[in-house]
């Protein structure tokens, strides 16, 4: 008997991104040379002060039940870093760790929206926010951004999109897909519309705050637009600056109250995250930050080839980033041009079948007739791919 799924579960949509990994590993798996530029994920190695620190604390024995919310000392570290780095302030009962930045989300979409909230998304927007937005039963509504306005949403868009059932915004800079940041002036507009929205909750999710190389210092919304502070969620984590994804922390700050209904949820799902892997983030955010510093330059010398490359190829236009190892190129004019090739799901496709190279399709972030490229591989293999990409676009 085939079993009857939630309907919730129904609502969502698998993620794209790890569909796509997931099938150039396969590919390779079957020995066709595969280039894949689908993963978010930096191909560095975690560096080894902070593996150190993981396998000190397994032979101290640090390898028991933690509390739920994250042990004393690396929540002190995330107060260390937030008054270092973005002048907040927050007291212990206002952050919870968990197993990654995408729980942190997941927790506050389950502890915030009711069933019939919306959640403002601005598109492009990472694939999982409007699937998470769904899985609390609320709606996502998207207001989209292109090219022509560098994927920024505007204060007047924003206004127009909120509704007497707006509960959440989404926000995340420097963002994945596009790369953009928002600036500080930027930020406190945006601010300026949702002070007069009190139901109106924001999470600012800063996940690539430290692989950033914009024209102004980075801006968290949290510091833009401190008037808001009893209504702003900050989500971050040690992942992708550290390259430590497979060690599963994320952490996040914000309006006591809130923080208390996510640890909650905690408590009753995962409990909590990786003890050992607290103890290596602990090393990560108090340790030399070098690592962080080499790791962006390489980021940026590679975003630094590839857009021009990218936009070398007839039919391909693509906006300077401001941080994040992706590129999101506008694909719509080799689509019009390639027979048999509709839309940006059947180039990736077809580039993934003739020319050996993994991309995302810009549908799944809202943005159909763009592709998604992270640039998180060698400058070689991106020479390679973009080698390609040019001959199969010709």
Same mark, same amino acid.
């Given at each position: ?231 702003? =969620?900050?989500?971050?984590?040690? !992942?992708?600056?550290? &390259?430590?994804?497979?060690? %599963?922390?994320?952490? #996040?700050?914000?309006? $006591? ?99 050996? =190279?993994?991309?995302?399709?810009? !549908?799944?972030?809202? &943005?159909?007739?763009?592709? %998604?490229?992270?640039? #998180?591989?060698?400058? $070689? ?14």
């Amino acid at each position: 008997m085939k079993p009857d799924i939630a309907d919730r579960i129904k609502r969502v949509k698998p993620s794209v991104t790890l569909a796509v990994t997931a099938k150039a590993r396969e590919l390779r798996a079957a020995g066709k040379d595969v280039i894949g530029l689908g993963a978010g994920e930096p191909d560095f190695d975690t560096p080894e002060h902070i593996c150190a620190a993981g396998i000190e604390a397994i032979s101290a024995g640090k390898t028991r039940y933690t509390a739920v919310d994250g042990i004393p000392e690396l929540k002190a570290a995330i107060r260390a870093k937030f008054k270092r780095d973005n002048a907040l302030e927050f007291d212990d009962q206002q952050i919870i760790v968990s197993s990654g930045a995408k729980q942190s989300l997941f927790n506050l979409c389950m502890a915030l929206l009711n069933p019939g909230d919306e959640a403002i998304v601005p598109a492009p927007y990472w694939v999982s926010y409007p699937e998470m937005a769904r899985l609390a039963d609320a709606e996502p509504v998207f207001v989209h951004a292109g090219a022509e306005q560098n994927f920024k949403i505007s204060p007047q868009q924003l206004e127009a999109a909120i509704t007497d059932r707006t509960r959440l915004l989404f926000m995340n800079s420097p963002s994945n897909p596009t790369g953009v940041a928002y600036h500080r002036d930027e930020l406190a507009a945006l601010g300026e519309v949702l002070e007069e929205y009190s139901r109106v909750f924001v999470v600012t999710d800063d996940m690539y705050e430290h692989i950033y190389w914009g024209d102004e210092p980075f801006c968290s919304f949290a510091s833009a637009c401190p008037q808001l502070a009893d209504r702003t =969620v900050v989500v971050h984590g040690v !992942s992708k600056a550290y &390259a430590m994804t497979g060690w %599963r922390i994320g952490y #996040a700050a914000g309006p $006591e109250e809130i923080v208390k209904a996510m640890k909650k949820l905690q408590g009753q799902s995962t409990s909590n995250p990786s003890s050992v892997a607290q103890y290596a983030a602990l090393a990560a955010l108090q340790g030399d930050q070098q690592c962080v510093a080499d790791m962006n330059k390489a980021f940026r010398e590679r975003h630094d080839f590839v857009v021009p490359a990218l936009n070398m190829i007839d039919g391909v236009s693509c906006n300077a980033g401001d941080g994040t190892f992706y590129s999101f190129p506008d694909m719509r004019g080799a689509i019009d041009r390639m027979p048999g090739i509709s839309d940006d799901l059947e180039l990736a496709e077809n580039l993934l079948e003739s020319a050996g =190279v993994a991309l995302v399709p810009g !549908s799944a972030f809202g &943005a159909p007739g763009h592709l %998604r490229l992270s640039f #998180a591989t060698s400058l $070689e293999v991106l020479q390679e791919a973009l080698i390609r990409l040019e001959k199969a676009l010709e």
